[in-house]
């Protein structure tokens, strides 16, 4: 390659990078207070998403919880669920974007699940009925998930039209989408109030008067 072939091929590389936008948007309760583990996405209104196939991610077992709690993840996404843990788990749900179940297992399990449908999948442990987790499945690469400040981060969107969405798994109702519309190379900001109250662990036996 010439010098000024490569100098050309480095031009398209830096525009091509520099037309992915971000917006982060900031998720409040109904007092005003942050809003962490709440999933945000963004779907294109016009344009198609690239797929997720191929992609697996993993929600492990630890200390006799789902870690994460929340997670968000583009329809196509395998999920694997290694157990951490000194005792057995069985991973199950009935949700309908998502049945499938993982029957009593240490370590790692069988196999992935895929996640082939968008909607809110409810995890759950047959033998530790403490055990709660979520899966956001959403139809869109453009996703992300509050941390403790209440914000989370979309990156790496082409410019154009996007429909925000955002959920809790605590939401006592489902909070109105809005559309933001994206020149190249932007930052964007918005805000969302979601009425969500916050989550309440149940009671976990301590790990010696587990028999699982
Ligand atoms: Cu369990």
């Not at 049945?99 to 399990?109: A, H, T």
Request: charged share 20%; glycine share 6%.
């Amino acid at each position: 390659m010439t010098m000024s072939r490569l100098a050309a091929a480095l031009i398209v590389a830096c525009a091509l990078g520099a037309q992915a936008s971000t917006v982060r948007i900031q998720v409040r309760d109904g007092a005003g207070q942050p809003v962490a583990d709440a999933g945000v996405y963004a779907v294109p209104v016009a344009a198609r998403v690239p797929e997720a196939r191929g992609r697996t991610i993993a929600i492990e077992q630890v200390d006799r919880e789902f870690v994460p709690y929340v997670t968000v993840l583009q329809a196509g996404t395998s999920v694997t669920f290694p157990n951490r843990d000194p005792i057995m788990h069985h991973v199950y749900s009935f949700s309908p974007a998502k049945s499938f179940e993982i029957k009593l297992y240490s370590g790692k399990p069988p196999s992935g699940i895929l996640f082939d449908k968008p909607g809110v999948v409810t995890l759950g442990c047959n033998v530790h009925d403490w055990m709660i987790g979520y899966v956001l499945v959403v139809p869109t690469p453009y996703f992300a998930k509050t941390a403790a400040d209440g914000e989370a981060r979309l990156g790496d969107m082409p410019a154009g039209s996007y429909r925000i969405h955002a959920w809790h798994p605590q939401q006592r109702a489902q909070a109105a989408p809005f559309t933001v519309a994206l020149e190249a190379n932007a930052a964007e900001a918005a805000s969302v109030t979601i009425d969500a109250v916050a989550r309440k662990p149940k009671f976990k036996p301590p790990l010696d008067r587990l028999r699982y």
